[in-house]
């Protein structure tokens, strides 16, 4: 053996002290024994187990003991025990894992038996074996560690993972005989290695293992395998091995429950998974290296009641130590984060859906609130806005909605509304760009059926009508007011101005009410109460903020001025309905007492039923768009006379008609039959016009109504698609003919609605509407602001939006004043871009060379 | 009255020129009657802002600088089948309290209303400075109230086409003058686009 030489001669030097005292005898002896010892010890440790030369050991080492040769022998067994544990027993040792062999088949045989060796063939005292034991231990870890092949973290934690989800799924109930069968087989093996390492014939444990339960059982074998390594040396790296699994676990579940699915809760779930799986685990585990820390001390013995004390402290230990509570905390947090992290990314889709995906929301709201990571959920959900929502393909219905969505969502999330504000704010910018905002806004607050059905609960309501509902049925909780202030407030916020939305309200209303029929104002009044009520709240949220920022409060206090001038017009075109359907009711009853004098009896006493005026009080009205119309006679008497009644009743106001609005109902009667048409004003008029001559050019037929002659062959197009009408080419190639078709019959498609069939005229065609629309009124307006920013562009090269509203305000100040907020002047201007006139580079505007 | 001055100036001279007119403004006391506050002038600059803005003239256009509409930048384009077409010119122009009444010119003396003019961009003053003033003068000759911004942006306009050549007092240039191409070329070769302002 190489060490002899170098051994004894140390042990020559240690002897020199006690040379004296040695007889020639004794120093004979020793020097056999030593031989001996050396030989018998080179036997051992290389004769991997065998211990035929035990004895013989024992008494060599027992003979050098009685000569105080304690340490002699002592440093010389290790020595040797280390350099064959470095020639032999490590590389062996890893060679286990080469083939990432299950961490059961784990034999740490070689240095255990060792182990076994030395305290077989020593008696010393407990004291000193716990110290050899730590001396040995040190040496072997070390070894080892120097050893370490790189694939041996990876080896701990598949292994922790594999035995995880085992127990993962004997927790969920899920796992089969077969399976439990060959775990246990797998098991048993593991247990046998184990127990023949330890030198501990476990018997208590192998008789009670039947009763177990099996993930109790394999808890305690990865608590074995834990303690092994933990003697190893190992225990850092166990731990991380292991909590890395467990994480691992964990994520998987946590991904595995959460899904895609958020129509229902997944946290408790996943905290009763934590309880269930880890947690026990954890508890299982602690409680054995409990065990174990006691086990190695020397003062617990040899016997450790393993069989019993799991199975006791398994049902719970009273109370939590300090650890397992630490661990649940981890455990609990990465799970909020897991989920937290999960649903963030899938915050789009979550909030599409989100009436149905509530649970989901509150989830993500309880995850939030344990990790705090707002600003994650802003930077995220910005971003999958802007590459999914704030795009030309999307269309501004849509957009809105899901803001509408979002700020519910998000108001759960964060009551204080600060994320919604950041989150918030991409989307308003990106609205105000689009031409048709407020429009989609205002349909979407005062119409449900144009909206998109899908969203809110109800198909067909409102939004106003859906925030309504929503107050009331908060009617007790605190926060009543704000709930429907918040949204209606941040969907106004888009527009900038109330103003704005309630003048396209007031376009809507004004269309809505001049195309109807009858007197029938009901759901009008809803709304705009609705509205209003909504406007009152905004006011009040108006007044809060005018205590926040001073100097805001001229402003502020002028638009709330605006708004209920502007809703005050809105009134006045209702109750301008409700007097009109009083007031016609009274002309007609002045029709029975006084004939008016000049007016033909005959025709109107006749024709007087048959007329409805709605009469407005045009100044509160958005403007009319303005058409002269010729209309037949009998029907020009008629409203003449309407309006000297009307004169005589309300003088001195005089009734003004506006010929080309309203509808009109009217019946053809053909040869054989009659069909019922409920049409503009102007429809009527050209299909009076063949009342007596059937046949009309464009040109004469437009001079008789006093249409332009292509506005007449726009409209015309609405009979000729009937069938009432046929086109043909006249004389001159400009000049049509249109021809009455006595024919209809054939030429009627609709054969099965011939009769009294009425068919009703929704909207006019080619998007012809009796009021201009604000879009309209402002398109007008700004023609003359395009021609003062063109004038300062070319003068001042590049100016930037300020500094072009600035110099608006400033200089044009002719009729009408410029009064445009940022908001509109900026989508002006985009518009211009757009049909590249102007020019936008940083922020500057530049004329298009 | 209009008081055109160039507001890129690069030429020596300039102040003491200014300096002329103000000293020689006092000679000439308004006749009361034509004396207008400024609210007046101010009404009426607007308008005529309006007017200009309105008649879509193109090649010529106007607009108050800042906050303060008695002071206006100006760009003429240069017209078509000219030397100068394809080029464009800027300007400074400033209106007195009393616009546009009188011209605060007193004296035919060209000297003493160079702040009259302005100053074009483009060309190095050198070369087409008094030439430009001289065309200037004779549009200025018959001054009248009726004159506006827009009449003025028009004849300097029509007058780069068609300048008076009968006095020169930049000879090289009139010279140059009868042979367009050679002209065009120089116009080509002094004309630097108008910075962003």
Known sequence: MATEGPSSSSAVVCNLAILDSLTDDSIRQIHDSYTGFCATTATLLTGAGDLSVGPEFIAHVHSLCHHGLHSLVRDHFLKSLEEIFEQNGASKFWRHFDAYTNFALLSKNQPPSYKDQMSEGRHPSDAERSHLFSRYQLLVSSVLMASLPRHFPEILHWYFKGRLEELSTIMGGEFNDDESQDKDEMDLDEKRKISYRTGEMDIDECSHQGRFLENNKLVKNIGKVVRDLRSLGFTSMTEDAYSSAIFLLLKAKVHDLAGDDYRSSVLESIKGWIQAVPLQFFRALLAYLGDSVSYDSPSSGLKSPLASHPSSCYPGIDTPSQGLVRWQLRLEYFAYETLQDLRIAKLFEIIVDYPDSSPAIEDLKQCLEYTGQHSKLVESFISALQYRLLTAGASTNDILHQYVSTIKALRTIDPAGVFLEAVGEPIRDYLRGRKDTIKCIVTMLTDGTGGNPNVSGNAGDSLLEELNRDEESQENTGSRNRRKVDILGMIVGIIGSKDQLVNEYRVMLAEKLLNKSDYDIDSEIRTLELLKAGVDIWHSLCCIRIFRLHFHVGTVILQIHFGENSMQKCEIMLNDLIDSKRTNSNIKATIAQTPLTGAEPGASAVSMDILDATIISSNFWPPIQDETLNVSEPVDNLLSDYAKRFNEIKTPRKLLWKKNLGTVKLELQFEDRAVQFTVAPVHAAIIMQFQDQTSWTSKNLAAAIGLPVDVLNRRINFWISKGILAESLGADSNDHVFTLMEGMVETNKNGGNSGSCEEILVGDDEGERSVASVEDQIRKEMTIYEKFIMGMLTNFGSMALDRIHNTLKMFCIADPPYDKSLQQLQSFLSGLVSEEKLELRDGMYFMKK | ?197
């Open chain 2, 1 to 197: 009255m209009a008081t055109i001055t160039g507001y890129t100036e690069t030429a020596q001279g300039y102040q003491d020129n200014t300096n002329v007119a103000v000293a020689a403004a006092p000679k000439h006391p308004n006749p009361p009657a034509k004396t207008v506050d400024t609210q007046s002038v101010l009404k009426r600059l607007q308008s005529e802002l309006m007017a200009l803005m309105m008649s879509g003239e193109s090649g010529i256009s106007a607009f108050p600088e800042e906050d303060n509409i008695f002071c206006w930048k100006g760009t003429i384009a240069g017209s078509k089948d000219t030397v100068f077409e394809g080029t464009e010119y800027k300007m400074s122009l400033s209106f007195s309290n009393d616009y546009p009444f009188k011209p605060r010119r007193s004296s035919l003396k060209p000297a003493a209303s160079i702040p009259m003019w302005m100053c074009m961009e483009i060309f190095a003053w050198t070369f087409f400075r008094y030439f430009l003033f001289q065309i200037f003068l004779a549009g200025l000759d018959k001054w009248s109230s009726a004159y506006d911004v827009r009449t003025i942006l028009l004849s300097i306009q029509s007058l780069l086409g068609e300048p008076n050549i009968s006095s020169p007092l930049n000879t090289q240039a009139a010279q140059l003058w009868s042979n367009q191409e050679e002209y065009r070329k120089m116009v080509e070769k002094l004309y630097k686009p108008p910075t962003a302002a």
